[in-house]
């Protein structure tokens, strides 16, 4: 049985894929078992992944979103981002079908592998 470290990096080394408007968008149980890939997200709506990051200061959470936007960028996929001191939250979901796809999940682990790379900018407890 693979770790979920395992699963994880298997998500995150997977490329998004290019919807089109007549694929069906993923149902709650479809979309379980990459939710539990992927640490800290959530579903609303059931149909948009979002997730908060916090950090120590508005420098790094801008920082990050600009590393969120090169991934992005890179994968052909965009998430809607909010920023404000010390916090970015991000919002994903497949616009043209308006709601959740594979590239989404995978989207959100390459997300969360930047962030597990910058552990000095982040906020402390």
Known sequence: MESKSEALLALEEQECIPCQSNNPRFTPDEYKPYLEQI?????????????????????????????IAAVAEKSGHHP???IRWGELSVFLWTHKIDGL?????????????????????????
């Open 101 to 125: 796809s594979l590239s989404d999940f995978i989207l959100a682990a390459k997300i969360d592998r930047e962030y597990d790379n910058m552990p000095m900018m982040r906020k402390t407890m």
């Open 80 to 82: 809607d981002l909010y």
């Open 39 to 67: 640490d800290g997200w959530i579903v609303e709506e059931e149909k948009m992944l979002v997730k908060t990051y916090l950090f120590s200061n508005f420098d790094n959470a801008m920082f990050y979103a600009n590393l």
